[in-house]
């Protein structure tokens, strides 16, 4: 299950990528917000973040204007590695070599085009694990 999370910001591409996960035959649910009416970013984030740390979703695409506001919220939760890419390329090493379980993209930064192509690729590529296992497991710290 594809934890799918936006503010206003990033609305019209939370709603393409439905249509998008539906193509792919991917389930997902939907954690917000509803409409483009103005609202704060990390009200959807933190509850799309607990869905994955919680077990009812394996991962998350989420989206504001920039990518940036809606990720920094979701990393506040152990657990989370949430990547607000710009670049397809950001997209792939964000899988192999972080194991991103939420990519975050700004609907204000890159055209729809780019940003199906970067979904489409964070979501086959493969963690590269090896090496990367150590480097992830020194992210999570004890407060
Ligand atoms: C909302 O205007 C905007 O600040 C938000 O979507 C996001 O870009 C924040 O990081």
């Known amino acids: 299950m594809i934890a799918l999370a936006s503010d206003h910001g990033g609305f019209a591409y ?23 009416d103005s609202v704060d970013y990390p009200d959807f984030s933190h509850a799309a973040a607990i869905a994955i740390t919680s077990g009812a979703c394996e991962r998350g695409i989420f989206f504001c204007g920039t990518g940036i506001g809606i990720s920094l919220a979701a990393n506040r939760h152990a657990g989370i590695r949430a990547a607000s890419c710009q670049v397809p390329d950001a997209a792939r090493m964000s899988r192999l070599h972080n194991d991103a379980n939420v990519l975050a ?11 199906e192509a970067m979904i489409r690729l964070w979501l086959e590529t493969p963690f590269e ?5 150590r480097r992830i497991a020194k992210i999570e710290i004890d407060a």
């Open 14 to 36: 939370k709603e393409k990528t439905k249509a998008l996960l539906d193509s792919l035959g991917l389930a997902w649910k939907d954690y917000g917000t509803d409409s483009e």
């Open 105 to 115: 993209l700004g609907q204000r930064l890159i055209d729809w085009e780019t940003a």
């Open 129 to 133: 694990g090896g090496r990367h296992e």
